[in-house]
C-alpha cells in the first residue's frame, strides 16, 4: 500500500494512494487514526482497516484534488546517513573520503521535514545549496538492540527523500548537523510505500533530475552499508520510534561534486526519482522574509 499524508477542504489526514485517486481512511474507516505515526502505532490492524477501506471501494477523493504532504509531519528523528555509495565517495576522494568501516550518522532536525511537491528555500545565508537523491527506511515499531536479520519485522516502508544540503554549513564542523537542517530542506513522499508492495529495498534504481538534466543514477544495490545494517547499527545505542525516518545516504552526481560545481538557484527544480517506489519534485525559491519571527 501506498499510505499518504493529504490535506484536502482545510483538514489534513490519512489515506491510501490508489491509482490516481486517494482513499480517505477518515471516512472509509472511521476508528483508524487520521494522523500518520498513530495509524503506524495502531499496527496490523490499522493496515487491515487500511485494505477493507480500499477494497471496499468508497471514500475516494481524485489525486490530483489533494495537497500531499510530508508523510511524516513531524518525524521524532530523522537519522541520515553519509557516504554510503561507492560512486559517491569515489567522486569525493579529492577531499579525502573513504569507504567508512562505521556508518556515518548525522541529524536532520525534525522542522527539515518538507512536502513531496512544494518548493523548498535557498537560504539568506549561503550559496552552496545543494541535492541529494536518497532512499528513506521508515520505523514503524518502537524498538531497540535489533539484529539484522530481524530489521525488517519493524519497517513501517519506504519513502523518497531529499537530503538538502547546505554545503559550506555543513562542512563548517564534523557533525553536519546545522547545514543538513535548514527549515524546508527535508522533502520527503510522496507516500509510505509497505514493504510487502515495495519488495527488496537494495534492487531500485535512484534518479536525480535538476532543470531536467539527470546528475545522479544509481541503484541502492551499492549501499555500503545497506537499511537493515543501519537499523541494526542505530539501535545498539538508542531506542528507534515509530515514525522516525532513516535517509540512508546519495549516490554520486551531486551539485557540489561537478567541475565546476553546480549548486541550486533560485528558479531551479529538483526531480527525484526511486524505481517502484514514486517521486518527488520540488522548486528552489529564495528564503522569503516572513521566516524571520519570534514567536
Known sequence: MKLATFTHGGATRVGVVDGEEVVDLSSAAGNLPTEMIAFLEAGAAALEGARAAVAAGGSRLALADVKLESPILRPPKILAIGVNYGDHIAEAKEGGMTIPEFPVVFN????????????????????????????????????????????????AGYTVVND???????????TFTMG?????????????????????????????WVNGE?????????????????????????????????????????????????????????????DGLGEIENAVVNEPASTARMG
Not at 538538502?164 to 564534523?174: F, G, K, M, Y
Not at 537542517?181 to 520527503?188: E, L
Request: net charge negative; charged share 25%.
Open 108 to 155: 536532520k532536525q525534525s522542522t527539515s521535514a518538507h512536502p513531496p511537491f512544494e518548493a523548498f528555500h535557498k537560504p539568506k545565508v549561503s550559496d552552496a545549496l545543494d541535492y541529494e537523491a536518497e532512499l528513506g527506511v521508515v520505523i514503524g515499531k518502537n524498538c531497540r538492540h535489533v539484529p539484522k536479520d530481524r530489521a525488517h519485522e519493524v519497517i
Open 164 to 174: 538538502v544540503s547546505v554545503r559550506d554549513w555543513q562542512l563548517r564542523t564534523p
Open 180 to 208: 543538513k537542517s535548514f527549515d524546508t530542506h527535508c522533502p520527503m513522499g510522496p507516500w509510505i510505500m509497505t514493504p510487502d508492495e515495495f519488495g527488496d529495498p537494495h534492487t531500485h534504481d535512484i534518479k536525480t
Open 214 to 274: 539527470l546528475r545522479q543514477s544509481s541503484n541502492t544495490k551499492h549501499l555500503v552499508f545497506d537499511c537493515f545494517d543501519l537499523i541494526e547499527h542505530l539501535s545498539t545505542a538508542f531506542t528507534l520510534e515509530v515514525g522516525d525516518v532513516i535517509p540512508t545516504g546519495t549516490p554520486g552526481g551531486v551539485g557540489i561534486a561537478m567541475r565546476p560545481p553546480q549548486l541550486l538557484k533560485d528558479g531551479d527544480t529538483v526531480k527525484i526519482s526511486i
